[in-house]
């Protein structure tokens, strides 16, 4: 293959006019994390990061962050095969809508949440009344509220995997036998079990960033539902280094998954 | 529970089909005893494939039956059709589509297991068949590091792992160049022969259906146009398609360390052993001709007289008497250079690697 790039006739066909906007859009993109990190308290940041609200966010962070992980692969993935591999009328309106999560404002999903589960809620009435359970302002609330922002993202993931796994393999498994159960389960989720791990990082990292759905559905109590994001924005009022520290983590963790990804899933499945 | 498909071991295929694909129609009778091999030959297009899609139920029939001896796979107008996975079929697919997940091993074990078997049991049961078929060591292997020789015989062994009652096999050595193809012929041969259900081999190779055929049904265009043993129909060609099958090379004879003693008097080196009574095959396009003997050149080399010349869709069939009596496919501008006429006197030569052997 020829990159178009290695052409001189098209490097030097950028006109210049464009490039001043991408230098001061690549600034933009970049400054603010400069400024995080030259703002950084580095000599204090073990402490703050050893300090109690820190670590209490941080373990209900990544714990709520991996249980809704964990519901939206349970949910994601079946999800995900009957957009990709059945037909019916509606399909397209089926896809758009388990993604419009993936565009509408976070803060409209907590308060949609909050409609349905809350204890006057169309759902949370029932189980306010059947079994005495009250969701919001809750961990399980701050998991819902993840997975209902973050499931959309691995749906996507896994559904483009399921249209990249070659059909004649899960055909030569029915032939020797295979019921659909089986060939589901021994051909086609480990042929696209690649793209189930890309989908669920996604999901997981979008999960562990959530902050206006789950404030607004779950509140923040801390231990309980204060989660790392949310920490962060309640530190900027009394604590800034705090926050400052806090952000480092949220950006790191983001750095290693841009890192796992590879880059495969941010350029090609999304969109 | 899996219901098992019941049938008796001696009851033949029987198959009275119609399939359509896009513009395309299949209609074809056909019978296979147990025990027999079935090579069905034709052109590219001729309706092979759509064949045994629709005897392993990945397509529907348009009308008619498919059946062994009483037992009913497909019958249209009964409205009855048990589903592919639960058809008594092995099948060999034309690119193989062996698990890329899994080991050699696994994939031969895929079928008992999901059969229910035991990975234990199915193991041990798949490492046997990876021995029958010469490939014991290399049970740990993905596919992606297996040779397409090592990968077709898998294949092969992962189908046959089931005991299927009806084999199925779409150009088994299609996508193998050509020294394997010959070497692996023979042993598909073998492995095909002590095979006891029945058993449709498809291919577009005369050399493989007159090497693999108990009998050979040729299909053209969607029918059957001629079926009888590999004698009969290379000596009674009743379409042009099958006259290509005539122009083979196959001599009986027998097998002492790496030559074979043809009956007919003469001798052939071969890429492969095989003691005792055996046949040797190899296309008219593997023999090369020569005015004087060329050094270094392949050990089965005899000195020949053309007995007469026949132009054959571009290229020129050349008889030439022995001992032994062989048939060349050479160019036009060859018989010029070579100045082949009747009575003219060449050596012939065939490298032992384009020589397909296998015991009668």
Known sequence: MTRVGSDPGHRTATPAALWLPASVGVAFLVLPLAALLARAPWRTLPAHLAGPVVRTALRLSLVSATAATAVSLLLGVPLAWVLARSSFRGKRLLRALVTVPLVLPPVVGGVALLLAFGRRGVIGRLLDSWFGVSLPFSTAAVVLAEAFVAMPFLVIAVEGALHGVDRRYEEAAVVLGAS?????RRVTLPLMAPGVAAGAMLCWARALGEFGATITFAGSYPGRTETVPIAAYLALESDVDGAVALSLVLLAVSVLVLVGLRGRWVSGAIG | MRSEIAYSTRDPLEVALRVRRGSFELAAELTVPAGEVLVVVGPNGAGKTTMLRALAGLDRLLAGTVRIGPTILEDVVAGRRVPPERRPVGYVFQDYRLFPHLTALDNVAFGLRVRGQQRAAARAAAAGWLDRVGLAGYAGRKPDTLSGGQAQRVALARALATEPALLLLDEPLAALDVGTRAALRGELRRLVAAYDGRCLVVTHDPLDAMVLADRIAVLETGRVVQVGSPVEVARHPRTGYVAGLVGLNLYRGVGEGGAVRLDGGGELAVGRPTPGPAFVAFPPTA?????????????????TTVVDLEPVAGTIRVRLAGPPDVL????????????????????????????????A
């Open chain 1, 180 to 184: 659909r159960w089986e060939v589901f």
């Open chain 2, 287 to 303: 023999v090369a001709l020569y005015r004087v003997l060329p050094e270094g050149s392949p050990r089965n080399r005899w000195p």
């Open chain 2, 328 to 359: 060349a496919e050479v160019t036009p501008a060859a018989v010029a250079d070579l100045g082949l006429a009747p009575g003219v006197a060449v050596w012939a030569s065939v490298k032992a690697v384009e020589i397909t052997v296998y015991p």
